[in-house]
């Protein structure tokens, strides 16, 4: 790609924004920096198989950068990537399915709508798992490859997003979360996401409206760009009644502040998950790092115990809830996974219903009692190291098979019980060099205090100044 065009990928998005604010740079130079790289790169990653180029062309072009230009909220014609689980209008969104190969909504949702009424440019979509997973490959747009050893899962289910913004092909995307899906990519891939609270990011009406088990939020290279991706993205929209208007001072700006963590608390494991001891290593050897920033570190943890079963149980009422009329129609273009979902939902009991939710409440109640006297809780994003591509989904932790498909990143939807801000931070590597997560979980609706303790942990790591990679072709 051209020298110049290599210039812009490699900017931070921060940077990239802050110099179209300023008309150093336009829309259009970085739309089509972004298709360059897609086109020079991602052949083999396959992080964003849906294209929009002409359509992000002609929004490039029709901006008014005067206006957004005095917005600080706006990403003023900053091209991003756009989760194919978000409706993105005039482009097909496929959920990874067969059944929606050629669906192609009106308008966007409602995540997708807020960022781009604060300037962002959607320049492609970004591949998934078919409905849900963590493993990022499905029937219509293939399987998508880990950037740092392209024999690797790049995770899931925003595996694509991650990929995406680890090899460089756009500067910011969308994620969404129920049990990890933008953790767990976000640690495969050594990028940073943030799963925020319920509201914080408006959802579409996809989704079961009340539900807060599933979250829209940022994917960024580093944390200076995840706040500035927050504060385009956060607001009231009307198709989400659990959204809400930000009130105080923007992420950005939250970001100057020097406020330390006093004490926090780290566990390999949760006292509840199997987890890889190279993971573990590798994660308590960066917890010390807050005892170097000044923060006491104990292992005085909450009870999660019968977080996971009730997890089980809320997970497959909503997959029967969202998918059950589509399962009636389409059982034969459905994956048995999925199949297996909606079925274990419709066999949900009341009481069943009740008991995970007198878990999640009393869970919630000893997240309150322990921030009384810590400020975060520390553990891995993911039990194992990225895993081999042609591995439908993992079977065993360090020997102990898993009973489901989804029991290998349980350490994720522990935390999704607690409804807390949580952010994945690279944190090192394996042996391998394959990238490892840290997961670092906040008060409720302290996203600002999380922001600026992730991104004093980040400055410490350094890894986020290895981005953009190069993908790796390992042999």
């Not at 969104?93 to 308008?107: E, M």
């Not at 993971?279 to 977080?307: H, M, N, Q, R, W």
Request: glycine share 8%; hydrophobic share 40%; net charge negative.
């Amino acid at each position: 790609m051209s020298d110049a065009n290599n210039d812009f990928i490699q900017m931070t998005a921060t940077e990239a924004v802050n110099r179209l604010r300023s008309k150093e740079i336009s829309p259009l130079d970085l739309v089509e920096a972004s298709i360059q790289r897609i086109e020079a790169v991602d052949t083999e990653v396959n992080a964003l198989p849906i294209h929009c180029f002409e359509q992000a062309r002609e929004q490039a072009k029709s901006l008014d950068l005067e206006e957004h230009a005095g917005n600080p909220k706006s990403l003023c014609g900053l091209p991003i990537a756009v989760k194919d689980y978000n409706d993105l209008g005039g482009a097909v969104t496929t959920y990874g399915s067969p059944i929606f190969a050629d669906n192609v909504p009106l308008k966007s949702d409602a995540t997708v709508r807020q960022l781009q009424s604060n300037g962002a440019i959607a320049v492609a979509k970004s591949n998934v798992p078919e409905w849900a997973g963590g493993h990022t490959f499905n029937p219509v747009n293939g399987l998508t490859r880990n950037p740092w050893d392209m024999r690797k899962s790049a995770g899931g289910s925003s595996g694509g997003s991650s990929a995406a913004l680890a090899s460089g092909l756009v500067w910011l995307a969308t994620g969404n979360d129920l049990g990890g899906s933008l953790r767990t990519p976000a640690a495969f891939n050594g990028i940073v996401g943030l799963r925020p609270s319920p509201g914080r990011v408006p959802r579409g009406t996809r989704l079961p409206s009340m539900d807060t088990l599933w979250v829209e939020g940022p994917l960024a290279r580093n944390v200076d760009d995840l706040a500035l991706m927050l504060d385009a993205g956060v607001g009231q929209q009307i198709d989400d009644p659990l959204s809400f208007d930000h009130a105080g001072p923007s992420f950005v700006e939250t970001l100057q502040g020097t406020g330390m963590p006093k004490r926090v608390a780290f566990s390999p494991d949760l006292s509840i998950v199997s987890m890889e001891k190279e993971i573990a290593k590798v994660c308590g050897g960066a917890s010390s790092i807050f005892a170097d920033l000044g923060a006491e570190v104990t292992d005085d943890i909450p009870d999660f115990t019968g977080v996971l079963e009730a997890f089980q149980t809320l997970r497959a009422v909503l997959f029967a809830t969202m998918m059950g009329p589509i399962l009636l129609k389409h059982r034969d273009q459905i994956a048995p996974e999925i199949i297996g979902n909606i079925e274990l939902g419709l066999r949900i009991t009341p009481s069943q219903i009740f008991d995970a939710e007198r878990v999640r409440i009393e869970l919630y109640k000893k997240v309150i009692a322990f921030f009384e006297t810590h400020d975060f809780l520390i553990c891995p994003t993911a039990s194992i190291a990225p895993f081999p591509v042609d591995q439908r989904y993992v079977t065993e932790i360090d020997g102990k098979p898993c009973e489901t498909y989804i029991d290998w990143f349980s350490i994720t939807f522990a935390l999704t019980m607690t409804a807390c801000p949580t952010i994945s931070v690279p944190c090192g590597f394996t042996t391998e060099g394959l990238p490892v997560g840290i997961q670092i979980m906040g008060k409720p609706r302290g996203e600002a205090a999380l922001l600026l303790a992730a991104k004093r942990f980040e400055q410490a790591v350094g890894i986020s100044k290895q981005l953009p990679i190069t993908p790796k072709k390992i042999i």
